[in-house]
């Protein structure tokens, strides 16, 4: 056994903890008082507690403790009149003791640790660290947060790695935002490789001089690229964070394809944002070359005078277009008009995981490879989870880089929701304030999980900004896009949703939200979007702020809160999502590759190529027996109402829906409305309404709990006379169908509907329409809304025409012709 004694003081009072083989509880608490004699201080009184009971013992007892301990120990904190005291107590006694650096806050509850450099730091002393746990948890319980156990769990480790009590509470006062204790980690940039000059590539001469112009060296992704072989007509997926130089990889193969008569270059994207952005640079940038640059995003069909003038030509050497906007030409059977094509660039090519859209964009990869099966696939992502896998299923090479070329320091502020506007405003003049070394400002990018927030955070922000999302029509996107990239605009607030979208560059993200609507976002998601912070043609680092609110929920089913998504988002790891698609999804893609051959051995082929398992001979039996599909021998050829279904990108049960329809001679309006409903209807006056009434109430028009507001003239009769007459106009024209569930029934949302092709019919534009519904009704939405509902009711009266014409229903496809041109303008 291994006796320790340790006297430290208290007030005027010696403390004696003995400790039984180093551990941390006494074997008693002693208090002793020292009296001065003519020999020196000496024992005079010794009181030891044991298990809560007391008792004095005599003074002799303390010595003999004192004489068998193999060390004795005096506080570093202890007084120095009582220290000096009690060495020439011990010296007398031929006693020696070692001055020892203890736990401040052991000692005041009678406990015994040691401190050293390796101990936490509080204020301006050193504790152990279960004090520093300790003290940790009371300022949690004392903050009034219910802090997540994800969160609990990632302060107990930083307080382990920093080794600081006070930068690890720090991160809980957003009123300080001190980098030094928000910082979570930094993303490190690459160190400098060997690379490939430009004038060394087998590019034409004046390409070659293009891109020498801006750099002589390329990228490393570029490097390795054409290593892997991209001169040489490999096939590559692309892995590497944002800001790497990917997409130049596609351009450079596709480009010096174009200029040496090898075939067009086919650039495909996600989203209508992206297409545009990238057909304004291809455009500006190979014009110089001889190059004509067109742009496929799917047929716009409204008229409006606000449309760009944009080249849409397939006679061109470069088409840049959405996933959509060229599978729509193979599945109206007219693959030809692309001509030769010598590379196809996917970007985005993890979209293939979406459980909307991934089905098509795998159909469309296989169709096109397919249709030109010489040509160069190149697939481009920044977050592909397991890059092996997917370049197997697509056949091709990987190339992966995982540097940043410049570093990205992540900040984690924990913070309630009303201190978010003000901390973000500091953080974007923060940001703005500084420029990098490549003269550029900082600009900063605000994520958030709604239009609505979009634009609410938008207006509160002390400084200029603007909204960015997808409800607003592309000239305003566009206006937003130029102020930003001339570095006139300090922030725009955008919604997740994309994410994966315009390039804006910025050198700050912030994460107002950490949803998409109502969801939580992915890991992936979050990687996309921290990926916008920091380019390297721009700035020196990026940098990407999470400001998260505990107890935080998007939706009441959600088990998780802010604070503990943020944690599990900075942690993670992406994780790769097995792909499969439902019989609809299936169906469809059968449907669409048929269109493209009558061969059922090639249709076989081209199915078997795609990412996603099929059942090919079940689904075509299915598509036989309703009809979508006809067989003789090994042909296998589309009928007239598989046709509609591939064209207009419908599922089997929707177009079913419209051919009944249209057998039963239904009003094409009717059909449409049954079809598509616009449900992005707002209340203009929603925080007036909520104010008034005393709730919470839904922005969208017909969610439940609006729709019992309206329904429900009691609550209506406490309203301002002006929103009364709206709500009661309202309520009059579209809630007046007699329907035992009314209004739940879905009549208002298809009156509603009606209402805005018939605004339509009359020649009214989008703006116009929610001029009228905002006087009549306090009801608004957005422009962009509008557009793409008239754009989808046009889309989808030509399908009804289409099948009215395949069955003969002469009035009705009249009608819909009648009220399709109508709609157009």
């Known amino acids: 056994m291994t006796l320790w004694t340790l006297l430290t003081s208290d007030k005027s009072k010696i403390v004696v903890l003995p400790v039984k083989d180093k551990k941390n509880l006494p074997i008693f608490v002693g208090e002793l008082t020292l009296s001065n004699t003519k020999a020196g201080p000496r024992p005079h009184r010794f009181r030891v507690t044991r298990n809560g009971q007391g008792e004095l013992l005599p003074p002799e007892e303390l010595l003999n403790l004192l004489k068998i301990s193999d060390r004795i120990m005096i506080s570093q904190i202890c007084e120095d009149t ?43 002393e050193l504790i152990c660290q279960d004090c520093a746990k300790e003290e940790l948890h009371r300022f949690l319980e004392n903050s009034r947060c219910n802090y997540g156990e994800e969160t609990i769990t990632y302060l107990e480790e930083l307080l382990l790695k920093t080794r600081d009590l006070d930068r690890t509470m720090g991160i809980l006062n957003p009123d300080e ?95 209508v944002a992206l297409a545009n952005q990238k057909y304004d640079q291809f455009s500006k940038k190979y014009a110089e070359l001889g190059l004509k640059t067109s742009i496929r995003v799917g047929s716009t069909r409204i008229r409006s005078s606000k449309k760009a003038n944009m080249r849409t030509t397939l006679k061109s050497d470069l088409i840049v277009g959405t996933y959509e906007g060229i599978d729509y030409l193979l599945r109206s059977g007219k693959a030809d008009l692309l001509g030769q094509i010598g590379t196809v660039v996917i970007d985005e090519v993890h979209m293939i995981e979406d459980q909307e859209r991934g089905h098509r964009i795998d159909g469309l990869i296989s169709r096109l490879k397919y249709i030109s099966p010489d040509s160069q696939f190149i697939y481009l992502s920044a977050t592909v989870a397991d890059p092996a896998l997917l370049g197997k299923k697509l056949n091709c090479e990987i190339v992966e880089y995982e540097y940043r070329p410049v570093p990205i320091e992540r900040h984690l502020v924990y913070c309630q929701e009303h201190q978010k506007n003000k901390l973000m405003a500091k ?71 994309l994410a994966a979208g315009v390039d804006f560059p ?89 269109a493209v051959t009558d061969s059922k051995k090639d249709l076989a082929k081209i199915q078997r190529s795609m990412v996603g398992g099929y059942e090919i001979d079940f689904h075509v039996r299915k598509l036989m027996k309703y009809g979508f599909l006809n067989q003789k021998g090994d042909r296998l050829t589309i ?40 449900d992005a209807a707002h209340f203009k006056s929603a925080a007036q309404i909520s104010k008034a009434l005393n709730i919470n109430l839904p922005s969208r028009v017909f969610q439940g709990a609006s729709l019992d ?25 579209f809630f007046t169908c007699g329907c035992k569930e009314s209004p739940y029934c879905g009549c208002p949302e298809r009156k509603f509907s009606c209402k805005i ?19 009549m009704y306090g009801i608004t939405a957005y422009t962009s809304d509008i557009f793409d509902y008239l754009e989808q009711a046009v889309r989808n009266l030509d399908a009804v025409a289409m099948m009215a014409k395949a069955y003969s229903k002469h009035d009705v496809y009249e009608k819909a012709n009648s009220l399709r041109r109508r709609i157009e303008g």
């Open 757 to 775: 092709l018939e605004l339509r019919e009359e020649g009214l534009s989008p703006g116009a329409i929610i001029d009228i519904f905002e006087d």
């Open 709 to 733: 507001i309206i329904f429900e003239g009691e609550s209506i009769s406490r309203l301002e006379v002006t929103l009364q007459d709206q709500l009661f106009e309202f309520a009059t024209d």
């Open 639 to 678: 009928t007239r109402i598989g046709v509609i279904a591939a064209q207009h990108f419908l599922s089997v049960s929707k177009c079913i829906l419209i051919r009944d329809a249209v057998l039963e001679e239904r009003e094409p309006i009717e059909i449409v409305t049954n079809l598509e409903l616009f």
């Open 177 to 271: 935002l001190d980098s030094r204790f928000t910082h979570f980690d930094t993303i490190q940039s690459a160190k400098p490789e060997s690379q490939i000059k430009f004038k060394d590539l087998p590019l034409s001469k004046s390409l070659r001089n293009l891109y020498s112009r801006k750099s002589e060296d390329l990228l490393p992704v570029q490097s390795l690229a054409v290593e892997m072989g991209l001169f040489d007509g490999v096939n590559l997926l692309v892995t590497s964070v944002t800001a790497t130089g990917k997409t130049l990889i596609g351009e450079m193969a596709g480009v010096d394809n174009a200029l040496k008569s090898r075939g067009k270059m086919l650039y495909l994207v996600p989203l």
């Open 427 to 497: 953080l974007v003049k923060e940001e703005y304030s500084q420029r990098s070394s490549k003269g550029h400002l900082g600009q900063t990018i605000i994520f958030t999980n709604s239009r609505k927030n979009c634009q609410k955070i938008s207006k509160a922000l002390p400084i200029s900004s603007s909204p960015y999302h997808a409800g607003m029509v592309q000239y305003e996107r566009k206006k937003v896009e130029e102020r930003f990239q001339n570095g006139k605009l300090p922030v725009v607030v955008t919604t997740a949703a």
């Open 506 to 594: 910025a050198s700050q993200v912030i994460f107002e939200s950490l949803a998409m609507g109502i969801e939580w976002i992915s890991i992936q998601e979050f990687m996309q979007m921290l990926g916008r912070a920091g380019r390297p043609d721009y700035h020196d680092r990026g940098k990407v702020v999470l400001l998260a609110t505990p107890e935080k929920r998007y939706s009441s089913n959600k088990s998780e809160t802010e604070d503990e998504v943020a944690i599990k988002l900075l942690k993670g790891e992406m994780q790769h999502i097995d792909i499969e698609y439902d019989e609809e999804g299936q169906m469809e893609e059968i449907l669409a590759s048929a």
């Open 82 to 124: 009582i220290r000096l005291q009690i060495e020439k107590m011990l010296k007398d006694f031929q006693l020696s003791a070692d001055i020892v650096n203890v736990c401040r806050f052991c000692l005041l509850k009678n406990k015994f640790n040691f401190v050293n450099k390796k101990s936490i730091k509080y204020h301006k």
